[in-house]
């Protein structure tokens, strides 16, 4: 295909010559940085929370992350091609209710085909509200975030979505509650959807067109690169994670209105950009997504066996996040081909 | 006539709506429940207007609804410290203010996109007002602060008082002053306004702080209608405030302010939801229609942008457009 062989030369443009070749460590840290970091608290946490390295400790932090890893993995590709998808949280909770509804109604079968089902759906509606009416991607996903909720209050007006706790053996409930060779199976879920997001990223022509894209919208479309496209690809991918961090989710947590997870959105955005993906696009790191979903927990669940209340947290979280990024915005300034002098200008 | 319409695209949709109220309801007409609608739209239009000036710049600052929390309780607890009205009202309006100061420096000076920096100043402020207050409720009953909502100066609501003020500085400040032309210059080319030797960061900064006073005050209102302040309170908020001045039609990419919009912005959503509550429709439908209104907002604003380019070049590049967004 002569499409493919002129888009990908442009592609492998953001990825790797951003910067000057040279900095080869600026260019480690884009993509191990976070890990590294990782590694480093995983090290000093058995000294501070001698609880942290029993199996069912973690377990429980590996099951915990699981769902906000999925969309992660989602929301990578919708950040590296230069938009957020805001909705995620009311896509979630929709169908989450949707999921419940489904199993009190048919069973496991029609529980997992309609978190599959409602995740796309909404990926299409963002999808659609993008390229067909033209709404700038933060606004229709406001929008949407607004109207996915609505939806889910809706159905739930009568009290929450429950799974009956005679369900608890049901293959559905094990879903949550289930661990293989010691690992919990959302977490395995989670680990499978990297793996496809990577490959999917850097092994196919769609992924390599999405970061493309992220870097230059105009000219991806000068090499033929249909916006339409791979704003389709990336919001229907988005709610497909959705959908599959639903069940994980669901099986968890057991319950489901239109409340649930209130903020999820900003939880996953920020896992995905302390992870080293670029807020303007163009540059992907899934393994930076990975190691940062896990920062934040093994992070929060440290502050918990230190005694620090949940308010102290958030303000531990947001100061990580600014640390990172202002780490990010130094870095690329002093790496960025150009002057020492012009470096040390403030940003535009 | 026809060229108010152009300009305020949102007076068609405001009337028309109003007028089905009208007819549907026997009490949407009543003067108790207009006033309610007014002073409810002047309680969100305050921030509104400081927020125009932030998309104005092309910007969100995501962090106001937990400098509405913080605020609030930092003026109730002052009150309940024993602290005079005036220091009360001071404190909320200056920790507004700080928080705003705190953004425009990480934003500029340490080079962290606004929307992560705000992203994480509202985790951090929402968090400082929880461990403050310890999830506690800080209730106050003092007439002063109640005075802010329920004072009646001649006979005007006070919050319609102060918003018709704010609304007045703020029109003047965006179309009469070098500082509003400076914004909307930011806005739209932040290296061109650079290279004329516009003093961008600086300007930056001052905005954020303006939104962050806004936002203080905003705190202020809240806190005094519900006489009390806690970390729970202005949760979501942001998104109203950014809703009404999208609503208003600045444009989200920047260059473009209306005030006025703004101000019918507030006006229309409070109208839907008074609507909504007066037709006794289960709160969800309310999120619904804010949602709805905000996409067929902006699906309108992009078919307009599409029909005037056959007649008009795009001034605009695509790749702006695109990478703004």
């Not at chain 1, 947001?318 to 470096?343: C, E, K, N, Q, Y």
Request: glycine share 12%; with cysteine.
């Amino acid at each position: 295909m002569s499409t493919q062989t002129t888009t990908q030369k442009p592609a492998e443009q953001p990825v790797t010559g951003s910067r000057s070749p040279k900095v080869s460590l600026g260019r480690l840290w884009d993509t191990w940085g976070v890990t590294a970091l990782l590694i480093l608290l995983l090290l000093c946490t058995p000294a501070v929370a001698p609880g942290f390295l029993e199996i069912e400790n973690l377990q429980s932090v590996l099951r915990e992350s699981a769902y906000v890893g999925i969309v992660a993995v989602g929301m990578t590709f919708a950040i590296a091609s230069g938009a957020f998808d805001l909705s995620v949280g009311g896509q979630l909770a929709l169908t989450s209710v949707v999921t419940l509804m489904a199993f009190n109604g048919g069973g496991t079968a029609a529980a997992v085909a309609a978190a599959i089902t409602t995740g796309l759906l909404c990926g299409l509606v963002n999808a659609g509200l993008i390229t067909q009416l033209k709404v700038p991607p933060f606004v229709a996903t406001l929008g949407s975030l607004f109207v996915f909720r609505g939806i889910a209050y809706l159905l739930t007006q009568d009290g929450p979505q429950t799974l009956p706790y005679e369900h608890v053996d049901s293959p559905f409930a094990k879903i949550g509650s289930l661990n293989l060779a010691g690992l919990p199976v959302p977490f395995l879920i989670m680990v499978a959807v990297f793996a496809a997001g990577w490959v999917l990223m850097r092994r196919t022509a769609i992924g390599r067109r999405t970061l493309a894209y992220g870097s230059s919208p105009s000219a991806a479309r000068f090499c033929g690169i249909s916006d339409t496209r791979i704003r389709l690809f990336v919001f229907v991918l988005v709610g497909l994670t959705v959908g599959i961090a639903a069940l994980t989710y669901i099986t968890r947590v057991w319950t489901a209105d239109g409340s649930a997870q209130d903020g999820f959105e900003l939880k996953v955005i920020a896992a995905v950009v302390l992870g080293g993906t670029a807020l303007k696009g163009g540059k992907g790191t899934l393994i930076g997504t990975f190691s940062a979903v896990f920062l934040v927990s093994v992070l929060n669940e440290v502050l918990v066996s230190q005694g620090v209340e949940s308010a102290y947290q958030r303000i531990v979280l947001g100061l990580v996040l600014i640390v990172a990024l202002t780490i990010d915005g130094l870095r690329t300034r002093f790496a960025a081909p150009g002057s020492f002098r012009r470096a040390l200008r403030p940003t535009s | 006539m026809i060229n108010t319409i152009k300009k305020v695209p949102l007076l068609v949709p405001l009337v028309l709506v109003a007028a089905i109220l009208a007819i549907t309801t026997d009490t949407f007409l009543s003067a108790g429940n207009l006033e309610n609608v007014l002073v409810a739209a002047a309680i969100l239009a305050i921030p509104g207007i400081a927020m125009t000036f932030c998309l104005a710049m092309g910007e969100f600052d995501l962090s106001i609804g937990s400098t509405v929390s913080l605020a609030g309780v930092a003026c109730c607890s002052a009150l309940i410290a024993g602290q005079s009205l005036a220091f009360s009202l001071i404190a909320a309006l200056g920790v507004g203010a700080l928080i705003g100061l705190a953004n425009g420096l990480v934003i500029t000076k340490l080079g962290v996109t606004p929307f992560i920096a705000t992203l994480a100043t509202m985790v951090i402020v929402r968090g400082a007002s929880l461990a403050y207050t310890d999830g506690h409720d800080q209730i106050v009953s003092s007439p002063g602060l109640k005075y802010l909502v329920a004072g009646r100066p001649l006979g005007i609501p006070m919050p319609i008082v102060l918003a018709v003020v704010v609304a007045a500085l703020g029109w003047w400040t965006i179309n009469r002053t070098r500082f509003g032309r400076w914004v909307c210059a930011i806005g739209s080319n932040r290296d061109a306004a650079r290279m004329s030797g516009l003093p961008v960061d600086r300007i930056r900064i001052a905005v954020y702080v303006l939104v962050g006073l806004s936002g203080g005050l905003w705190g202020l209102l809240i806190s005094s209608q519900l006489q009390k302040g806690n970390g729970q309170l202005g949760l979501g908020f942001e998104l109203d405030a950014i809703t009404v001045v999208v609503l208003g039609g600045t444009a989200l990419l920047g260059g473009r302010a209306s005030v006025i919009g703004t101000v019918l912005g507030a006006v229309m959503i409070e109208t839907i939801r008074n609507g909504l509550n007066l037709l006794n429709t289960p709160p969800a439908y309310q999120r619904i229609s804010v949602g709805l209104l905000l996409i067929a907002a902006l699906a309108l604003l992009a078919l307009r942008r599409r029909e005037k380019r056959g007649t008009k070049p795009n001034r605009v590049p695509a790749r702006v457009q695109e990478s703004a967004a």
